[in-house]
């Protein structure tokens, strides 16, 4: 393994990475550190095409140092499928869907809960809970059963269905609460508190792997595109992890001499009912402050007040990306749109990056040529109720 420490992107301390760590004392999530000149003494670009397709091609830049550890579905290397009908639509000739979808939990939360649970059982952790909007709980959940480890999820009530019935199906200890995720959060932290160590807390960027499973993203778009960054990547933003882990994926891939040093330009995408970070990122600070009376119907996204929001705001920043926020009506619009175009039915998230790419192409901050990664984080089958079917008339 060549996982060599931990590291605090705030104040700089670094902490051993060979125990179960959440927070750093200053209260900022922590980064995993590796040895990559050693990794690029041992691996070349080329040698991932013969292994196989999964997430796991690329150990050497993963947590796990004992393979028996590896908790697996067959995550990862999911298509980058090009979309030309809508892409001309909107101007964006070379439009490119990641479809995070077709995952084992529906969800690019498998990748997070995989290398995350993973790493749990290496440094022998037996039980995790977790606040979640339900796309991570139900990963997590899953994981977690597949390697012998207790889970507790707390999840808003409004939560998708299906993600409750996941984790039900998981055996995890699955609490509801009449709120939004950080009242879950509240319930977590208590839960923890009260367990002697009992229980650790896997919430979002509270340990360091759930990122680590995250940037594999990040290797993949740029493996997929013959070892090419594309111009820019539009991720829909709630807690942040996947476009942190990207961002942190491509600095690994340039340092590794695997990529130039040009990069892509990061979009964070918010809805309008729920948009710290696009407002943080127009004010120019360098932390969000809580969103109230947090509403959106793409609900993976309702996130209030970010832990992450320090690292989502310095990788928009350093990438020279933007932060956008999209109206609700044009995210259903533009699902119905693309599905109707490209034959995929995108999850409201994922559809939010079609709005702004729609956008961001209509005011030419992406220009003409230019190559764009959309992000489609799950599979649209988890959201019925996106698709209005009202009026589809019955045959006698």
């Known amino acids: ?56 091609r690329y150990r050497e830049l993963l947590p796990v ?23 001309a639509e909107i101007g964006i000739p070379e439009l490119l869907v990641k479809d995070e979808g077709l995952t084992p939990t529906g969800s690019f939360k498998a990748r997070g809960a995989a290398v995350g649970v993973s790493r749990a059982r290496e440094l022998g ?22 390697a012998g480890l207790r889970a507790t999820v707390v999840m808003p009530v409004d939560a998708p269905v299906v993600c409750r019935r996941e984790c039900v199906a998981a055996g995890a200890d699955l609490r509801l609460v009449d709120g939004l995720i950080s009242d879950a959060g509240r319930l977590v932290a208590e839960l923890v508190a009260s367990s002697a160590g009992a229980v650790f807390d896997a919430g979002t960027l509270r340990e360091p792997y759930r990122l680590e499973g995250k940037k594999t993203m990040g290797y993949e778009i740029v493996e997929q595109l013959g070892w090419q960054a594309p111009d820019v990547i539009i991720y829909p933003t709630g807690g942040g992890v996947g476009l942190i882990g990207i961002h942190k994926a491509l600095h690994e891939l340039r340092e590794l001499g695997w990529i130039g040093d040009r990069l892509p330009r990061l979009v964070a995408v918010q809805s309008t009912g729920c948009a710290p970070i696009v407002r943080a990122f127009a004010a120019g600070e360098e932390r969000a402050q809580p969103w109230a009376d947090a509403k959106t119907v793409a609900f993976g996204i309702t996130v209030p007040a970010p832990l992450g929001d320090e690292l989502i705001l310095a990788a928009l920043r350093a990438s020279g990306g933007t932060a956008v926020a999209v109206e609700d009506a044009e995210i259903l619009a533009d699902l119905r749109d693309f599905a109707a175009r490209e034959g995929l039915l995108l999850c409201p998230e994922g559809a939010t990056c079609l709005t702004a790419a729609r956008q961001l192409r209509a005011g030419g901050w992406i220009r003409a040529g230019e190559r764009v990664v959309v992000l489609n984080t799950g599979a649209g089958l988890k959201y019925p109720e996106t698709v209005d079917v009202t009026g589809v008339p019955v045959l006698a």
């Open 1 to 56: 393994m060549y996982l060599t420490h931990l590291e605090c992107p705030r104040c700089g301390r670094e902490h051993d990475a060979g125990k179960p760590r959440n927070l750093c004392d200053c209260g900022s999530p922590v980064l995993a550190r590796y040895d990559l000149a050693a990794v690029a003494e041992v691996v070349t670009p080329e040698r991932f095409g013969l292994r196989p397709a999964d997430l796991w």
């Open 65 to 87: 140092a004992d393979p028996r550890h590896v908790t697996t579905l067959g995550e990862g290397w999911t298509p980058l499928l090009r979309a030309p009908a809508y892409g």
């Open 125 to 146: 952790v037996e039980r995790i809970a977790m606040p979640t909007n339900g796309n991570a709980g139900a990963a997590w959940a899953t994981y977690a059963a597949r």
